[in-house]
């Protein structure tokens, strides 16, 4: 009938001996792998055992009925595909048999003209899954392998930035919220002549062909990075742009000798290492063309090789790039003596540089300089040089800064004292933010909010000490807290209640079986519940999906975090089989001014409604942003507009409305 039939193992269940022999004799014209069982209960079992791509069943049978079986076989499985034969043709047994999601329905005395139309059209719309599948599959694993490799992005046909992977946020010193919704030139370096991004959007947008190409950019924190780069459109059915992806590899340790440097510092931990830094460079850059530029940067070289005294040993001048020129040499042993003759010798190239003038230089070149001796010099160097502005001077030992690293490391460790002081006094605390319908005004669930409180009864939000907890094994502590108060909240509240709920959590064995633990002790009350999954790196899918079915078994619903802030949100749909989509804040806080989040959000809003799922706005904030999404059809929304988290006794009293 079609191709690959053979490939589809089939489970047949009918209890009449003399119907099964000529059925079966059918079936096997079509299949080769037909598999029988005698009764429902016979037939649930193979099901486990065998996991056939098609059931065929009778509906009248002994021990377990078709329908029954039917049944548990879609507490566990919504995509098996199965068809009933049955000599019932009354309205109750068909209406049962849609509800129960049944694909195909023939009557008996078999017509063999039904059979057939019937079976092949089952067995076409499982070849086209499987089909799909694979291509999924493979989708995900090119996509992997491009993500793992190269810095990617995505933009709208207008220019603005709709997805960056990990690599393109490490590269530009970005965060993913700061660029989504930002046009591309967010990362344009000003050296860059406006001809040439106009020349390559002709190419990509006009005459819809791929650009290639390297381009210069610039980081968050100002530093230069260069990218060979390919863009190509990506077009629909007709031909017309709907996005541009933009495939790029970092060569700036080709064009730059950072990536020396690199090889220099790991040869050794007992580094030397001075950074000269000219402060101005950006407005010297600015006023420069490269050739000019370039002769500058190789007089500020020759001028500091003219002055390092032999003694000092510098073996060569690296020039970083943006003003930055390092000079670093291995010690044997460092001491006092090294520290301040190498000191006095910088602050002369120091001075040498600052009274520079020339041919290319007619002004004043500001000049700042930062050593550090030891393990990671480099590094440390650098950290001294980010924080000479604020100290008022031009030179800086950076070590002595050391002391701020090991401050920040006490305040870790503080706070870690008052997570573990929280979970062994009462202090992990439920809060509850209300999440409205939009329909009628009322609160129809909460969203469950964690906090803790010091000695001093100081209330501290997750702002202040996830982060850290997450290293940490307080943080499953934490989750399970929360939890077992929502359960114990439940039943004085009318509504439904979700907790947060991350991949870092269900990967845990102990927390799995902690919550399903939970649920068998309070099925009456799991129907109230629902799970946001928040998007984070998951490491076993298959974990993570089992343990969605198997609490959704006891009714409670999953919810998908943030959705709308990256890519991978739409394949999250075919793992996570959610009921409600969370539209992400960012979105939603940007509504009334931001075409690109409002269009997105009704993407959003109309995918949902098309797959019965509800729609969740979070960060609703005024009375127009709730306006427009009740304008849009989401279903909920939840913000300060609302109301602001509570301690859950004040919402159980009555006290906030």
Excluded at 42 to 55: A, R
Excluded at 110 to 125: G, H, P, R, S, Y
Excluded at 185 to 190: A, E, K, S
Excluded at 406 to 418: C, F, P, R, V
Aim: hydrophobic share 40%; with cysteine.
């Amino acid at each position: 009938m079609i191709p690959e039939t053979d490939r589809i193992k089939v489970l047949y269940v009918e209890d009449d001996t003399g119907v099964k022999e000529a059925t079966l004799h059918l079936l096997k014209e079509f299949f080769s792998k037909v598999i029988t069982a005698s009764d429902g209960l016979e037939g649930l079992n193979l099901y486990k055992k065998e996991k056939p791509d098609l059931i065929i069943t009778d509906i009248d049978m002994p021990h377990m009925s078709g329908l029954e079986m039917i049944s548990r076989i879609r507490e566990r499985d919504s995509d098996t595909a199965i068809v009933v034969f049955t000599a019932h043709s009354e309205t109750e047994f068909l209406i049962e048999s849609i509800k129960l999601g049944v694909d195909g329905y023939v009557l008996k005395p078999i017509d063999l003209k039904q059979f057939i139309q019937t079976i092949k059209k089952v067995a076409e719309n499982i070849y086209l899954k499987k089909e799909l599948q694979k291509s999924i599959n493979l989708l995900k694993q090119y996509q992997e392998a491009v993500d793992k490799l190269f810095i990617v992005s995505k933009t709208d046909p207008r220019g603005f930035i709709t997805y960056v992977n990990e690599k393109f946020c490490d590269i530009s010193k970005y965060k993913k919220e700061e660029l989504i919704g930002k046009p591309h030139n967010v990362v344009r370096h000003p050296d860059v002549p406006r001809q040439f991004f106009k020349d390559l959007w002709r190419t990509i947008k006009k005459e819809k062909r791929i650009w290639k190409g390297i381009v210069k950019n610039r980081a968050k924190d100002g530093t230069t990075y260069y990218v060979d780069t390919v863009i190509t459109p990506i077009f629909d059915e007709n031909k017309n742009i709907i996005e541009f992806l933009s495939i790029r590899k970092d060569i700036s340790g080709i064009i730059n000798p950072r990536k020396k440097l690199e090889t220099i510092f790991v040869t050794s931990d007992n580094m030397l290492v001075a950074i000269i830094n000219v402060d101005n460079f950006e407005y010297i850059e600015k006023l420069l063309d490269f050739k000019s530029l370039q002769k500058v940067e190789d007089k500020i070289v020759e001028i500091i090789i003219k002055n390092i005294p032999k003694e000092c040993n510098f073996n060569e001048v690296i020039n970083v790039g943006d003003g930055e020129f390092v000079l670093a040499k291995e010690v044997d042993k460092i001491n006092d003596r090294l520290i301040k003759e190498t000191i006095k010798n910088l602050k002369k190239i120091q001075n040498s540089l600052q009274q520079v003038s020339g041919e290319f230089i007619d002004y004043e070149l500001d000049v700042s300089i930062s050593i550090a001796y030891g393990k990671n010099a480099y590094k440390v160097a650098k950290y001294g040089l980010s924080k000479i502005g604020g100290i008022n001077t031009d030179f800086i030992i950076a070590n002595e800064l050391e002391e701020k690293v090991k401050t920040e490391a006490q305040h870790n460790l503080k706070i870690l004292s008052l997570i573990k002081y929280a979970l062994n006094n009462g202090g992990v605390l439920l809060y509850l933010q209300p999440i409205v319908d939009n329909n009628t005004g009322n609160i129809k669930r909460y969203e469950a909010l964690l906090r803790i409180k010091d000695k001093n009864s100081n209330i501290l939000s997750p702002f202040h000490f996830l982060e850290i907890a997450k290293k940490t094994k307080y943080y499953p502590q934490l989750t399970l807290s929360i939890i077992k108060q929502v359960f114990n909240v439940l039943d004085q509240l009318d509504t439904k209640i979700s907790i947060n709920l991350s991949a870092v959590d269900i990967e845990k064995e102990h927390i799995r079986n902690s919550i399903l633990k939970l649920l068998e002790a309070n099925k009456d009350k799991a129907k109230k519940l629902t799970f946001e999954l928040l998007e984070e790196d998951v490491k076993d899918f298959s974990v993570v999906t089992e343990f969605i079915k198997r609490i959704k078994s006891f009714g409670i619903q999953i919810a998908i975090d943030d959705f709308g802030s990256g890519y991978s949100n739409f394949e999250r749909l075919l793992d996570y089989q959610p009921d409600i989509l969370k539209i992400d804040g960012s979105l939603v806080k940007n509504i009334e001014k931001d075409r690109f989040s409002r269009n997105l959000i009704e993407v959003i809003v109309n995918f949902a409604k098309r797959q019965n799922l509800q729609t969740i706005a979070e960060f609703v904030e005024n009375e127009n942003i709730y306006r427009i999404l009740k304008e849009m059809g989401v279903d909920f929304s939840q913000g300060y507009y609302f109301g602001k988290p509570e301690p859950y006794e004040k919402i159980v009293n009555g006290s906030t409305t």
